[in-house]
């Protein structure tokens, strides 16, 4: 068994990664539906620097679930707002489910670590709280008095619900059911596409 020390040698990387890609496909996307924003202010780099958020890093050492900060874009630049902005919202999850599928796909210590913390960094950023991604999507589905009354309810105390849904546990609870669902499916789906290879493969 891996020493305390050593599987931080691992899991620190891992985490950063997640992150990382998380946060430069928000900016991506948005670049590429015409948004100069996350350019202007130095989002498109995989410089984990560039995307750590105080409050959101602390909780994260604290308790393994945290946040980053976010990717600042304008809608004002896309064609279709309201439809390009799930797509920036999706972006960031996406990107990190299919970091999971590719570690999955391979083998070692360092990929088992940032196969979890994708699917865990994914499933965390679709909770619908302000600023994580899912409060987007599910903006998406509301009209817009709903949206103006569920932000004014939830805005001013998200960043404490984070804090106490992570310290509780709680958002362990909520997402650990689908995060294994994930790499289950994950798992055998990416055995089936290599078994045709397992001949080649050392």
């Known amino acids: 068994m891996l020493s305390l020390d050593a599987t931080i040698i691992y899991r620190i990387p891992a985490l ?4 990382t890609v998380h946060e430069y496909a928000h900016g991506a996307m948005s670049t590429h539906l015409g948004d100069p924003t996350p350019g202007a202010q130095g989002r498109l780099t995989m410089n984990p620097l560039a995307h750590l958020d105080i409050i959101g890093t602390l909780v ?18 896309y064609r279709h707002p309201r439809h390009d902005m799930m797509k920036v919202a999706l972006a960031g999850p996406l990107a ?37 991604d899912g409060f987007k999507v599910l ?24 804090i106490v849904l992570c310290f509780t546990g709680i958002i362990g609870i909520i ?16 055995y089936l596409l290599l078994t045709p290879f397992a001949f080649f493969l050392p």
Request: charged share 5%.
């Open 60 to 77: 994260l050492l604290l308790v393994g679930f945290g946040w980053a900060k976010p990717v600042m874009v304008d809608s004002r630049y």
């Open 96 to 132: 990190n489910l299919f970091l999971c599928f590719l570690a999955l796909s391979l083998d070692g210590f360092f990929l088992q670590w940032l196969s979890l913390y994708n699917v865990w960094f994914a499933f965390f950023n679709l909770v619908p709280l302000p600023p994580l």
């Open 16 to 19: 950063l990664m997640a992150l």
């Open 139 to 162: 903006s998406y589905f509301l009209s817009p008095s709903a949206q103006y009354r569920y932000a004014n309810l939830v805005g001013p105390y998200s960043n404490l619900i984070l």
């Open 175 to 190: 997402i650990s059911p689908l995060a294994t669902l994930y790499l289950r499916l994950a798992s055998e789906v990416s």
